[in-house]
């Protein structure tokens, strides 16, 4: 058989497109695996490096969370490294170095000798690592989502930035699979002597086939034309603005000045506030919380956290698919105001003691959901807050600073607050308090802020696509 002429360019174009898609989002699996498999067995790195002579379980859940937060604000400094070498280089050589920065610390971290081996030095070394971890996660989500966004087909932005967060969703999934595996086929004593490493130690053959999928990558259609527009300006040509063959630009870029981007970093941050928080708190911390507050087994922790999980998934890509035609900001709004409607009624469902397990499985499922309808819009709606030349760098940053106070700082707020107070309802109050902030921000307009929907069905797709270059201001 053979194919037309025609055909060719659009099935290159797909292949090209799908192992973007691909490459772009595996790093973003390893790096939540890594902080599912860290949250799920919290209460065991807690014993193994930080209580090592006793101690409260809360006190040392607080201490292991002050480890994972710390990490967290290195986000930033990471988005803002690795995203000015993604801006001016490339995507695919940055994305590159940060996976091979995140296995490595990830790796090393099932190898690390415990406290009882070496000493005070052990959860030194530990926060060592969970450092390097966040400095490569800050540089992940900017490029991955970079990448995704950049090599969307026409009117299907929101549905390949959603792939961004789905690969949250199976990350923390395969990370509570394999805690919930381990917990299940090794004995309690073993788990907590050597089991809890293996899920660490298997990120090594994940990161290789990893690297593998990236080497094979190209660098996106958008920065390649941006980068000839600069060139061709400083040899001093006149700038092109021809369109791209596989995600043609839509127009002339102007230059954003600092203040316009440090506006759009900012309003971004608030506006992903409530999934930030809601996220962690329902999809990572709970399993800690309900074993500390609520003294619910490992096993039935691990699976509130495993259904809470599987709702987030499923709503990820529909929601970024319905932000596709309906706009990114209307489907984020839902779901911030639906977290602020039904925190604390889920909550309690899932506080009583002999209450149903399928009614606690049906309110974590939902919180899972609603997660999840800000989730699948956010990572296109960051996207088009920024021109192509400061993508990475804005868009990371955005997400690292929301990521670092509002996500690392969600167990250690809610471990310590519930510890001082005994009030068992503050993940309620933390996650309404943050989604009614992003809910603001969600209804504040900005200056060519083109997230709403094209008016009619026929403009939806050409809509979209004049966000591929919106302009920051």
């Not at 799908?18 to 695996?33: C, K, P, T």
């Not at 006190?59 to 710390?70: D, H, M, R, W």
């Not at 789905?166 to 923390?172: E, Q, W």
């Not at 899932?350 to 609603?370: C, H, L, T, Y």
């Amino acid at each position: 058989m053979t194919t037309s002429p025609a055909d060719s360019p659009d099935r290159a174009a797909g292949r090209v497109r799908r192992r973007a898609l691909v490459a772009g989002s595996v790093g973003n699996l390893i790096e939540w695996y890594e902080f599912g498999v860290y949250g799920f067995f919290a209460t065991i790195i807690a014993a193994n490096f930080f209580t090592p002579d006793g101690g409260s379980e809360l006190e040392g859940l607080v201490k292991t969370y002050a480890s994972f937060g710390i990490a967290f604000f290195f986000r930033p400094v990471g988005a803002a490294v690795f995203g000015r070498v993604g801006d001016r280089i490339g995507r695919r050589p940055t994305l590159i170095l940060v996976l091979l920065l995140m296995t490595g610390a990830t790796t090393l971290i099932g190898a690390l000798p415990t406290y009882d081996t070496l000493g005070a030095a052990a959860p030194w070394l530990l926060t060592l690592l969970r450092i390097l971890q966040g400095l490569s996660a800050g540089g992940e989500f900017g490029g991955a989502v970079s990448i995704m966004t950049e090599f969307a087909p026409r009117g299907r932005r929101g549905l390949y930035g959603a792939w961004q967060s789905f690969t949250v969703a199976l990350g923390l999934l395969a990370g509570a699979g394999a805690a919930g595996l381990s917990a299940t086929v090794m004995s309690e004593e073993s788990l907590g002597d050597w089991g809890w490493r293996v899920p660490f130690l298997l990120t090594l053959p994940i990161g290789l086939v990893a690297l593998w999928l990236r080497l094979r990558l190209e660098e996106t259609p958008a920065f390649r034309a941006a980068a000839g527009r600069e060139a061709t300006a400083a040899a001093g040509g006149e700038a092109t603005t021809a369109p791209d063959p596989v995600a043609p630009p839509t127009g002339p870029e102007r230059v954003a000045t600092p203040r316009e981007v440090a506006g759009a970093v900012v309003l971004g941050a608030a506006r992903i506030m409530g999934w930030a928080a809601a996220g962690y708190t329902f999809l990572v911390v709970m399993p800690s919380y309900l074993q500390a507050t609520v003294h619910a087994t490992f096993q039935q922790a691990l699976v509130a956290t495993v259904v809470a999980n599987a709702g987030f998934a499923l709503a990820i890509l529909p929601a970024g698919l319905l932000s596709d035609r309906i706009g990114r900001r209307p489907v984020m709004l839902a779901g911030a105001v639906l977290v602020v409607v039904l925190a604390f009624p889920l909550l309690h469902v899932v506080q009583e003691p002999d209450g149903s397990a399928f009614r606690q499985g049906v309110a974590v499922f939902v919180a899972g959901v609603v997660v999840g309808l800000m989730a699948g819009p956010g990572p296109a709606m960051l996207a088009e807050m920024f021109p192509t030349r400061v993508r990475y760098t804005g868009l990371g940053l955005a997400y690292a600073l929301s990521n670092a106070v509002f996500s690392g700082c969600a167990g250690l707020i809610i471990t310590e607050v519930v510890k001082r107070t005994g009030e068992v309802d503050i993940p309620a109050y933390y996650t309404a308090v943050t989604c009614a902030v992003s809910v603001l921000a969600l209804l504040t307009p900005r200056a060519r802020d083109r997230h709403g929907a094209p008016r009619g069905r026929a403009r939806a797709a050409d809509g979209n696509q004049r966000q591929e270059e919106t302009p920051c201001g």
